[in-house]
C-alpha cells in the first residue's frame, strides 16, 4: 500500500511539473504563476514524498530510489536558483536564456519522475 502512495506521488509530482514546463514555455511569461506552481512542486515533494520512508517500502531498488530522490531534491534547489536569476533578468535575450535553462530543468526532473514511476511499475 505504501509503495502505490508513494507512486500516484511521483505521478502528481510529474503532473504539476507538465503544468509548471507549460507556463515556462508560453509566449507570455507570468512569473507570478510559474513561482506559485513551483512551491507548490516544492511542497508536494516535501511533505508527500520526503516524509516517506525508503525503507519502509517493500521494494528491492531502495538505493536507486534514494539516489534518484536526492537528484531531485537537488535539481528542484537548483530550478529555484534559476528562477531567482529569470525574475532578475532585464533584458529579452537574458530572459530567453534563463527561461531556457528553467526548461532544461523542469526536463530532468521530469524524467527523474518517470524514470521512478517506471521502475516501481516494474516491481
Same mark, same amino acid.
Given at each position: 500500500?505504501?509503495?502505490?502512495?508513494?507512486?500516484?506521488?511521483?505521478?502528481?509530482?510529474?503532473?504539476?511539473?507538465?503544468?509548471?514546463?507549460?507556463?515556462?514555455?508560453?509566449?507570455?511569461?507570468?512569473?507570478?504563476?510559474?513561482?506559485?506552481?513551483?512551491?507548490?512542486?516544492?511542497?508536494?515533494?516535501?511533505?508527500?514524498?520526503?516524509?516517506? %520512508?525508503?525503507?519502509?517500502?517493500?521494494?528491492?531498488?531502495?538505493?536507486?530510489?534514494?539516489?534518484?530522490?536526492?537528484?531531485?531534491?537537488?535539481?528542484?534547489?537548483?530550478?529555484?536558483?534559476?528562477?531567482?536569476?529569470?525574475?532578475?533578468?532585464?533584458?529579452?535575450?537574458?530572459?530567453?536564456? %534563463?527561461?531556457?535553462?528553467?526548461?532544461?530543468?523542469?526536463?530532468?526532473?521530469?524524467?527523474?519522475?518517470?524514470?521512478?514511476?517506471?521502475?516501481?511499475?516494474?516491481?
Amino acid at each position: 500500500m505504501l509503495l502505490k502512495f508513494y507512486h500516484q506521488s511521483y505521478e502528481e509530482l510529474v503532473i504539476k511539473l507538465l503544468e509548471l514546463q507549460k507556463l515556462v514555455i508560453a509566449e507570455d511569461t507570468d512569473m507570478i504563476a510559474i513561482t506559485t506552481v513551483y512551491e507548490q512542486i516544492q511542497t508536494m515533494f516535501q511533505e508527500q514524498i520526503l516524509t516517506v %520512508r525508503l525503507d519502509e517500502l517493500d521494494c528491492s531498488a531502495i538505493s536507486l530510489l534514494r539516489s534518484a530522490q536526492t537528484e531531485i531534491y537537488k535539481n528542484l534547489r537548483l530550478l529555484g536558483t534559476e528562477l531567482l536569476f529569470l525574475r532578475s533578468a532585464r533584458q529579452g535575450k537574458t530572459t530567453k536564456e %534563463r527561461l531556457e535553462k528553467v526548461q532544461g530543468k523542469v526536463e530532468e526532473l521530469i524524467g527523474y519522475c518517470r524514470a521512478i514511476i517506471s521502475h516501481q511499475a516494474q516491481d
